[in-house]
């Protein structure tokens, strides 16, 4: 079985972008936690900018699907969490500087 890496995990979720503010959802702060174990199965704890996000449903698929395309990677398991609450202060500044421009 092929060794996931943390940093692969973060790089492919840079591709699920939320389409309300179209940044991913690493910019955005959104990941806290990735856990991967020997069996390939791989955790995220995220969170949302919102409790109510309509669009959970669609993050949470896009998620499981683009880190099941990573070689090695059996089960994907997401976790939203609230606490610590999402807040702007967490977007990475390349990304604050482009949601400024809008």
């Not at 109510?52 to 993050?59: E, F, L, N, Q, R």
């Amino acid at each position: 079985m092929a060794m996931i890496k943390e940093n692969d995990i973060l790089e492919k979720l840079k591709g699920v972008v939320d389409p309300e503010l179209e940044v991913n959802i690493i910019d955005l702060g959104l990941v806290y936690k990735v856990n991967i174990d020997d069996n390939g199965n791989v955790g995220i704890d995220m969170t949302l900018t919102t409790k109510g996000c309509p669009i959970s449903d669609v993050i949470k698929y896009e998620v499981e699907e683009a880190l099941k395309s990573i070689s090695g990677v059996n089960a994907v398991s997401v976790n939203f969490i609230w606490e610590p609450e999402w807040s702007p202060s967490m977007i990475k500044e390349g990304a604050l500087r482009r949601l400024k421009t809008y």
